[in-house]
């Protein structure tokens, strides 16, 4: 008998009251794989009803259904109860958002103008869990009449709004939410008609960032269309940032890979991969992984050899990472189970007739959360490639035309990848440090030389010496300032990418690394920066995206000193100062004209399709120029002495190494080092985004006693009238003599004066050292 409770309401409106919420707590497979397919292609119910006079409050949301008509989509049944989970109405309904959190709201400004959506639709498409449910059927009046074809026609085109491009994300979450209490609270709703152009909202309390909102656009070079994240938060969070992370729901944890994977002459990569996990929820069959969209899978297998129901793309027009997952059996908390995935696709590079396997750490499944696992891997390759991969080499052997090698990595790692190709090992090695071994092939650089620019062309064939030095070089800088290197035998390869990547004693680095030094020592700061992921994103990890700055932000940072040690500080300021107007003149900020930059704590988000260049101005420049002001801010200006600055770094790294951090853990040492609470600080550069630009004049009184006073006057724009920053000023007593004091300078018209002065100095200099990130008019 099948259970329908939408009947038991409209035949015995009193008895639904007591009629508890169906938790699934198990099912077959197969059923549960034809309910997500029923979800998955959701169709209208015949009945209609009256719907209106309904609010309904989510966090940060208000739905109000004015009177319209609503349809559900038909019930799921799953043991022989049916599940509601959705429907379609047409008529008014307002929706009103204020982001609960200060960067969210600023980022709705950038997108819809305002700081809040309070708007009209003519019809919303509706996903929920059991609250929303019992409180549409509190307000529902049957009608005794079929639903337009053109509002049939119009609820299939909506829904598919949520399964675009085989877009799995909103059926797999819709059905999971009907095995968890917390489910209940799910919902996502697709407003269309009016209002500010399409939306979603969508709270999923399985995300850590339960709340979205998503704006529709189009692809106008070839007439596609997606739906972009404008806002991203958790529940917990609000204006004082505490709680920006919100709370990890991770469903497993992954504890081992046991990998196997082949590479052949056709380039393709077919790997068996066992991943051995620790479960994090009670009761769950569903999970949802993630691997290279190249990478297809072909089967996946339980520990008693039975295979696995899993769901993902099927056109090679929709490729994407997510893979959905339904386990035989539901697994408990504590559970520690295995799956074996089994998948092959190409990975790989083909430039100047030469084969490059350079893969990131996607190209084995994993989770969505920060897992460190420890892995063994066997690679069967064609002999005549060299392959290099992260950890360990434990064996190397010949077996006819392949080479097989085993790699161990018994340190847990977040990622770990490898590198194949026609290349050349390089050894250096020097007495205080582990062995350094360069894999890249010098007639390839000769023919990309070939093809760049006459500047550039010079790129010597002995370019894995210059490459040597620096890696070399910065090592030791690094070791020295942060903490003694700690991850063994270092290799480094050549990619055809434009970009490096940093894994456990393992570097790609892209094109330009292999390129010869410029006078303004970029390369050399880009090999360092790749060097300094060892501290900063392989030895300290960050936790989410908002703290992405602490790895990024704080390698380039890494290479900037690496220049100012090899190479002096005029190099170093130059290349800050380009820092400096690239981030004043790619964009104006938020109390400027035109599109607004997001702030640091925005991590990837600040790339959007009004900001497609923001992600490395803002996480790499901008984020590197923040720890340079906190260097400054701890410089004792009369000894000149950074000894605080270092400690705090040393300390940082020793403290967290094999751990993911937040922001909040950085600034807490901060202010164990400084002595202050530097909210202040964070506020203005990590989670807001003004540019204070100075206007420094200044003027002489002299005393009755034949003393001198500075009168000293600031005016900011840029800012706002709460920001406040201490700035360095230098005071040129003499020729030969400078001193220099810090002054607290506070809104948008400061004051302030030097008392005292046995003479007129020789002039006055705000900012030096470009110590604050700023213009300065003086």
Not at 245 to 251: E, R, S, T
Not at 519 to 534: F, P
Request: aromatic letters at 16%; hydrophobic letters at 40%.
């Amino acid at each position: 008998m099948i259970v329908n409770k939408l009947l038991f309401k409209i035949i015995f409106p009193a008895v639904v009251l007591i009629i508890p919420a169906v938790h699934l707590n198990a099912a077959d497979p197969g059923q549960l794989h034809q309910a997500f397919n029923h979800i998955y292609n959701s169709k209208l119910e015949t009945d209609i009803y009256t719907l209106g006079n309904l609010t309904v409050e989510y966090r940060d949301m208000r739905l109000t259904f004015d009177t319209g008509q609503f349809v559900f989509f038909t019930p799921v049944v799953i043991d022989t109860i049916e599940h509601y989970y959705g429907g379609f109405f047409v008529g008014q309904v307002r929706i009103s958002f204020r982001p609960g959190l200060d960067l969210e709201r600023d980022q709705l400004r950038r997108f819809f103008e305002s700081d809040a959506i309070d708007a009209v639709y003519e019809n919303v498409t509706l996903l929920f869990g059991d609250i929303l449910y019992r409180q549409i059927i509190e307000h529902l009046s049957p009608v005794p009449d079929t639903l337009k074809h053109k509002y049939i026609k119009m609820a299939r085109e909506e829904f598919e709004y949520f399964t675009k491009n085989e877009n799995m994300y909103y059926a797999f979450r819709t059905l999971q939410s009907l095995f968890y209490p917390e489910g209940d609270k799910y919902l996502a709703a697709n407003f269309s008609g009016g209002g500010s152009g399409r939306i979603f909202y969508v709270f999923n309390p399985f995300d850590r960032e339960e709340i979205r909102l998503l704006k529709h656009y189009w692809y106008w070079h070839d007439g596609g269309e997606f739906m972009e994240t404008v806002c991203s938060y958790s529940q917990y969070a609000d204006d004082t940032h505490a709680d920006i992370n919100g709370i990890d729901k991770p469903f497993v944890k992954i504890n081992h890979y046991d990998i196997k994977g082949m590479i052949g002459r056709k380039e393709v990569l077919t790997a068996k991969t066992k991943i051995t996990f620790e479960m994090l929820i009670p009761s769950t069959q569903m999970l949802e992984m993630s691997l290279h969209p190249e990478l297809i899978v072909d089967s996946i297998m339980d520990e008693s050899g039975e295979p696995v129901n899993f769901m993902r793309y099927e056109k090679n027009s929709n490729k994407s990472r997510p893979l959905y997952i339904i386990m035989n059996h539901p697994a408990q908390f504590g559970d520690t189970l295995a799956l074996e995935f089994f998948y092959s696709g190409k990975v790989s590079k083909k430039y100047a007739g030469q084969f490059y396997m350079t893969p990131g750490s996607n190209w084995y499944p994993g989770s969505y959360s920060t897992d460190r696992a420890l892995f063994d891997m066997e690679f069967h390759t064609p002999k005549n490639y060299r392959f290099i991969a992260t950890g360990n080499l434990v064996e190397s052997r010949m077996e006819s035309d392949t080479l097989i090698t085993r790699w161990k990595i018994t340190r847990p790692t977040r990622n770990v990848s490898f590198s194949m190709g026609l290349m050349n090992k390089y050894d250096f090695k020097e007495k205080d440090l582990p062995l350094l071994s360069i894999y890249f092939d010098k007639e390839l650089h000769k023919e990309i030389a070939r093809n760049l620019s006459p500047a550039i062309k010079t790129a010597g064939t002995d370019i894995q010496e210059e490459v040597a030095e620096d890696v070399i070089n910065s090592l030791r800088l690094f070791s020295d300032y942060f903490g003694a290197y700690s991850f063994g035998q270092m290799r480094i390869s050549e990619t055809m990418a434009m970009h490096g990547e940093a894994f456990p004693g393992f570097l790609h680095l892209g094109v330009p690394a292999w390129i010869q030094r410029d006078d303004k020592g970029y390369i050399s700061a880009s090999r360092a920066h790749e060097v300094a992921h060892q501290w900063w994103g392989v030895g300290v990890e960050y936790e989410t995206y908002h703290d992405q700055w602490l790895s990024e932000g704080f390698a380039e940072y890494c290479g900037l000193m690496y220049v100012q040690a090899a190479f002096g500080n005029e190099h170093f300021e130059e290349l800050l100062s380009d820092y400096r107007d690239n981030i004043f003149s790619n964009r104006k900020y938020l109390f400027s004209s035109g599109e607004q930059s997001g702030p640091i704590a925005m991590g990837y988000r600040t790339l959007s399709t009004i900001t497609p260049g923001d992600y490395g101005l803002i996480i790499y420049e901008k984020a590197a120029f923040c720890l340079h002001m906190l260097r400054n801010l701890m410089i004792d200006l009369k000894t000149m002495r950074e000894d605080a600055f270092f400690n705090m770094m040393r300390e940082f790294y020793l403290t967290y190494r094999g751990k993911a951090v937040s922001t909040a853990d950085f600034k807490k040492l901060t202010e164990k080092y400084l002595g202050i609470d530097m909210s202040w600080f964070y506020d203005q550069w990590i989670y807001g985004n003004s540019l204070p630009e100075y206007n420094f004049t200044y003027g002489f009184e002299r005393d009755a006693e034949g003393r001198y006073t500075g009168i000293c006057r600031v005016i900011t724009k840029g800012v706002n009238e709460n920001f406040r920053m201490y700035v360095p000023l230098e005071i040129e007593v003499d020729r030969d003599r400078k001193v220099y004091i810090r002054i607290m300078i506070e809104g948008t018209d400061f004051s302030f004066t030097l008392p005292g002065l046995s003479k007129i100095p020789r002039s006055l200099r705000l900012n030096p050292f470009m110590s604050v990130l700023a213009k300065v008019k003086q």
